[in-house]
Every structure is written in structure tokens, then in C-alpha cells.
């Protein structure tokens, strides 16, 4: 026995003699590691109890189930809009290709593209010698027939010669003046002018090219009256009148403008099953060049002090749609599902009809993973 006491009194001091040799930090460190073993079976232990307590006390299991982790938003009590896009394009309704009408070539360009002209400004000039020359010729025979036909009508007057010999002066004058007429406005025909105040657009021709009747030589635009057209489909027929405003987005040049409806088309397309809705577009800062593509934006629906949510948090069951939202029972904030009728939805935002009063906190992330009725925790984000 005293033996053993020995022994026990030298293990002891052998021990105490390591412990006072070993490093501070290294038996901290071996100490938390041994705290946290013991608190892993703990954990482990109550999560074993609180099993065994709920499926044993439904009251126990009510009070002690975990939390959901959700963030929240507002019901927005707001004026809703909803409004039709469609592309649409820029037109000008001076916007012309300017042809040849007659047969030639091409002898002097006097605008090049990007040049302004003024209406009635000449253009280019087309090649008019053959004219020249039978208009040249045309005025020679007419100062004879002139001069015959004034003669037979004195003539006449004295009542000389026969009423035949009059008309025939008469007529050989008349024709000649006819003649002359047509070849001037030949001429001037060979003479390309600027119907309009605008752009040139294309010069489509070179000197000394030739002209064929009807070939295109020039196109100029007036950029000062164009405007936006767009398709409508026919289930908006009635939707729309003159004066509505519009607003119109430039999606190349990153452009907005506004604008009114200036007509409304009255046919439907048999191809398509559109009509057209035109407006003029009003000066601005920044230039648009016609055939431009435009976004166009139609308000077809408002309402004041409408009950808005996020579509995404919408979600649906067999007996409808139905929405999440917070309230405190027994000093407990729980989930609630509260049954919707859906309204339009316009850009991720639905306008709700029936099933909310508008003071409401909706639950956001998180919302797929609460439960009617089950225990949820507000924070800030849900990681």
C-alpha cells in the first residue's frame, strides 16, 4: 500500500514538473480545442433533446423552431402606368429622290452631299445643245409666221383675201408658239433644281455621265419636318387619339424625346394586322436622320393610388396567386400568405386589384423559403 502511495506521489510530480515545462500557448490552444469538443457534444445532445421534446410536445415544437432569414419591401402606394413599346422609324416627308426627265449628260455638278440649298437653288445641269439648237431654229420660223400672220390680219380687216389664208397664219403661229413653249420647258428641265429647303443627301451621278429619263441623279431631305412611325397591333384600336403624348427613345444615339400623336391611321394592314401612329418630332439638341430606329412609348393605362409590388415575389399554388407578408403574433414575427388577384404588370412591377390594403411589408429574399405561418427574422441581407 505504501508502495502504491509512492508511486502515485511520483507520477504526480512528474506531471505537474511536464506541465510547468510545456509552452503557455500550446496548452491554451489544446484546452480551447478541448472546450470545443465539449460544446460540439452538447449541441449535439440538445439537438437530440429538443427532437425528442417536439415530437413529444407540439407546443414546445411551435415555440422553439428556428427562424427564417428574410429581408422585406414595401407595398408601393403609387400612380401606376402601363404603357405599349413598339419600334417605330424615323420619316421625313421631304425626303425625295429626284429623277432625270429627260435624255443627256451630265455637264455641270454644282452641290455635293452634306451641301444646304434653298428651294429653287440649281443643282446640277444636264447637257440642252439639241434643244438649243431646234429652240434656235423654232424662233426663227415663228418671227415669220409672226410677221405673215400680222399681215394676212391687216388683210383681213380690210377685207383682203379669204378667211382660210387668215386661220392658216393663224394657226402656223399659234403652233410655233406651242413648239417653243415645249422646248423651253425642256430646257429647263435639263436644269435640276431644289424643290425644297433641305440637305443633299446623295449626289448618284458624275460629270459627263449620261442621264437616262427617269434614272436617279440626287436625293435631298429636309430634316426640319420629319417625324416617328410606328405599327400598332389592331387590339389597340380605340386606345389612341390625336394629341396623346408619346415618348420616344433613340436607342442608337441614347436619345429621349416627347412628343404628341399627330394622326392615327384609320386602315388596318392586311399583312400584318397594324395601324400607324405618326408624331411629329419637335426641335431638339440633337440631330436624327431619317429611317432611324425608334423605341415608342404609349401610355394605354393609369391609376392613381394603386397597390405596386414586385412581380418576382408572386408566386402560385392550385388555389391562386398568393404573396408573403409579415405580422406579429404573440410577440413573434411570422410569415403570412394572403391570396392575390393579379392587375397588368409593366417593367417587373404588378398593379395588385384585391388582397392588399397597401401597408403591408411583403417578404422579399427569403420568400420561397418561409412557410404560412412559420417564424421568420428580418435582416438586411440574406446571405
Known amino acids: 500500500m505504501k508502495t502504491n502511495i509512492l508511486f502515485l506521489i511520483g507520477f504526480f510530480a512528474l506531471t505537474i514538473s511536464a506541465c510547468e515545462q510545456k509552452d503557455p500557448v500550446q496548452a491554451k490552444k489544446e484546452k480551447l480545442k478541448e472546450y470545443k469538443t465539449d460544446l460540439q457534444k452538447i449541441k449535439v445532445s440538445i439537438t437530440e433533446l429538443e427532437k425528442e421534446l417536439s415530437e413529444l410536445d407540439p407546443e414546445f415544437a411551435k415555440i422553439n423552431r428556428k427562424a427564417t432569414l428574410i429581408t422585406t419591401t414595401p407595398v408601393e402606394n403609387t400612380t401606376f402606368e402601363h404603357f405599349v413599346e413598339v419600334s417605330g422609324a424615323v420619316k421625313s416627308r421631304k425626303n425625295i429622290l429626284i429623277s432625270a426627265e429627260n435624255f443627256g449628260s451630265i455637264n455641270h455638278i454644282l452641290a455635293k452631299e452634306g451641301d444646304e440649298v434653298k428651294k429653287g437653288q440649281l443643282i446640277l445641269s444636264m447637257d440642252t445643245e439639241l434643244y438649243q439648237?431646234?429652240?434656235?431654229?423654232?424662233?426663227?420660223?415663228?418671227?415669220?409666221?409672226?410677221?405673215?400672220?400680222?399681215?394676212?390680219?391687216?388683210?383681213?380687216?380690210?377685207?383682203?383675201?379669204?378667211e382660210v389664208q387668215y386661220?392658216?397664219?393663224?394657226?402656223?403661229?399659234?403652233?410655233?408658239?406651242?413648239?417653243?413653249?415645249?422646248?423651253?420647258?425642256?430646257?429647263?428641265?435639263?436644269?435640276?433644281?431644289?424643290?425644297?429647303?433641305?440637305?443633299?443627301?446623295e449626289v448618284l451621278v458624275k460629270e459627263g455621265e449620261m442621264a437616262q429619263m427617269s434614272s436617279p441623279l440626287v436625293r435631298i431631305v429636309n430634316h426640319r419636318?420629319?417625324?416617328?412611325?410606328?405599327?400598332?397591333?389592331?387590339?389597340?384600336?380605340?386606345?389612341?387619339?390625336?394629341?396623346?403624348?408619346?415618348?420616344?427613345?433613340?436607342?442608337?444615339?441614347?436619345?429621349?424625346?416627347?412628343s404628341t400623336i399627330s394622326s392615327v391611321g384609320q386602315v388596318i394592314d392586311e399583312k400584318n394586322r397594324t395601324f400607324s401612329v405618326e408624331a411629329l418630332l419637335p426641335l431638339s439638341d440633337f440631330s436624327v436622320k431619317p429611317n432611324l430606329l425608334a423605341i415608342v412609348k404609349i401610355k394605354?393605362?393609369?391609376?392613381?393610388?394603386?397597390?405596386?409590388i414586385p412581380t418576382n415575389l408572386i408566386q402560385r399554388d392550385n388555389n391562386g396567386e398568393f404573396v408573403y407578408v409579415i405580422e406579429s403574433?404573440?410577440?413573434?414575427?411570422?410569415?403570412?400568405?394572403?391570396?392575390?388577384?393579379?392587375?397588368?404588370?409593366?417593367?417587373?412591377?404588378?398593379?395588385?386589384?384585391?388582397?392588399?390594403?397597401?401597408?403591408?411589408?411583403l417578404v422579399d429574399e427569403g420568400f420561397r423559403d418561409v412557410a404560412d405561418g412559420g417564424r421568420v427574422k428580418e435582416v438586411e441581407t440574406v446571405l
Do not use: C, H
Not at 400598332?232 to 389612341?240: L, R, T, V
Not at 404573440?330 to 401597408?359: F, H, W
Open 133 to 162: 439648237k431646234n429652240l434656235d431654229q423654232l424662233l426663227t420660223e415663228y418671227a415669220l409666221a409672226k410677221t405673215m400672220f400680222e399681215k394676212q390680219s391687216n388683210l383681213w380687216k380690210q377685207n383682203i383675201g379669204t
Open 300 to 308: 394605354d393605362f393609369e391609376k392613381e393610388n394603386a397597390s405596386v
Open 167 to 201: 386661220l392658216q397664219s393663224k394657226n402656223r403661229k399659234e403652233t410655233l408658239e406651242n413648239q417653243i413653249a415645249n422646248v423651253k420647258t425642256q430646257i429647263s428641265k435639263s436644269q435640276i433644281r431644289a424643290p425644297f429647303e433641305g440637305t443633299i443627301e
Open 225 to 258: 419636318d420629319m417625324y416617328v412611325k410606328a405599327d400598332m397591333s389592331e387590339s389597340y384600336i380605340g386606345q389612341f387619339k390625336k394629341g396623346d403624348q408619346i415618348n420616344i427613345y433613340f436607342p442608337s444615339i441614347d436619345k429621349s424625346i416627347v
Open 329 to 361: 403574433i404573440n410577440e413573434e414575427t411570422v410569415a403570412k400568405k394572403i391570396k392575390i388577384d393579379r392587375g397588368i404588370t409593366y417593367q417587373n412591377s404588378t398593379m395588385v386589384k384585391n388582397g392588399l390594403s397597401g401597408n403591408e411589408l
